[in-house]
């Protein structure tokens, strides 16, 4: 758990985190959001020591780190950010097992770990572990801060723009990995993104910042379908909002069961999203979709009134 009470960073004449309070429970995943400059990379850099705070406390597992040594913090809490902060003349094998080996993990369980963890990064062992950061694409090197990040197994993570650099098929794919990796392991993660998409996606806990200040917090679906203010509603997409929260509401969330009407040909997976529901209505041109399961088995029906959130009760479907 981190809790943040009344915590201010200044930098000269300058606020940049103002009397901020924050908790992240066990196994949340909180996504910070704002504009430019308001502060969210100082926050996530206050965490773990690498900046510290002025005033206000910080605790991690209910102990203020300022308890802490800053170097066994960091060891304990993975980070990964946009830059990959890579060392250049080492390998990728030894840049991942950078935290095992300060740790003083026997070697077999270094390399082990590092192995495994090429392997769910989509970096295969043979080709990459010898190489060297300047031998990698952008996105590749940003795997390779994740799994450095990842590598000795820490309860807590935090992430700046870790995916950052990464072309949207690659994001997507990570971003489904963190997904996944989150309902095994439950970390306590801070995530922080410019890509609104992207938050909306992974956050358990959405908080928006603006000046220093947080403006709101909340899960996503609570602050798409109640901003706190115009500022909140257009960094959260503007008009877009109503398909920004179809983006992440499922079929199986709306669909209702099968009747005895004809099904439709046009079908969707129940884990698909509203959105992808959508798309699928506008290229089939249809309005109605029948629900599969993985067998592709018909197991519901689905309409454009239920997307829409109209007859959600089932009554007035036609
Ligand atoms: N080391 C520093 N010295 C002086 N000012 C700093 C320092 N680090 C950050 N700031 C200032 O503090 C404010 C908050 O910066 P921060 O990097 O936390 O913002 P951010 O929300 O992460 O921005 P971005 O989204 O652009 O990364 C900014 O105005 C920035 O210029």
Redesign the pocket.
């Known amino acids: 758990m981190i809790e943040l009470k009344g915590v201010t960073?200044r930098?000269?004449d300058?606020t940049?985190?103002d009397a901020i309070s924050l908790t992240v429970k066990p196994g949340e995943l909180c996504a910070?959001v704002?504009?430019?400059?308001?502060?969210?990379?100082?926050?996530?850099?206050m965490i773990n020591r690498l900046?510290e705070h002025d005033e206000g406390e910080i605790h991690i597992d209910g102990r203020p780190i300022r308890e802490f040594d800053g170097r066994l913090l960091r060891r304990r809490i993975g980070y990964a950010i946009q830059s990959t902060g890579l060392f250049p003349h080492w390998t990728v094998a030894r840049n991942i097992g950078l935290v095992p080996r300060l740790l003083k993990w026997p070697a077999a369980r270094v390399r082990e770990r590092v192995e495994e963890l090429m392997g769910l990064l989509g970096l295969p062992v043979d080709q990459f572990a010898d190489r060297y950061p300047a031998q990698l694409s952008g996105g590749q090197a940003q795997r390779v801060g994740v799994a450095r990040a990842l590598a000795a197994d820490p309860d807590i993570l935090l992430m700046?723009?870790p995916f950052g650099a990464l072309d949207p098929i690659t994001r997507e794919g990570l971003q489904a990995e963190l997904r996944d990796l989150q309902s095994r392991l439950r970390k306590t993660i801070v995530f922080?993104t410019?890509d609104m998409d992207e938050a909306l996606a992974l956050a358990d806990r959405l908080v928006v910042?603006k000046a220093?200040h947080i403006v709101q917090q909340g899960t996503p679906l609570a602050l798409l379908r109640a901003p706190a203010d115009d500022f909140v509603a257009s960094l959260l997409g503007g008009d877009d909002r109503g398909l920004k929260e179809a983006a992440i509401t499922q079929v199986a969330e709306r669909m209702l069961p099968l009747s005895p009407r004809l099904l439709p040909q046009a079908r969707v997976h129940r884990d698909a999203t509203l959105r992808q529901a959508l798309a699928v209505m506008f290229r089939e041109h249809a309005d109605r979709l029948a629900v599969v399961d993985d067998e592709a088995m018909p197991i519901g029906e689905l309409s454009l009134r239920r997307i829409v959130g109209a007859g959600r009760d089932g009554s007035g479907e036609s």
């Open positions: 960073k930098f000269g300058e940049a985190v910070l704002g504009t430019s400059g308001c502060g969210k990379s100082t926050t996530l850099r900046i700046d723009e922080v410019h910042m220093g």
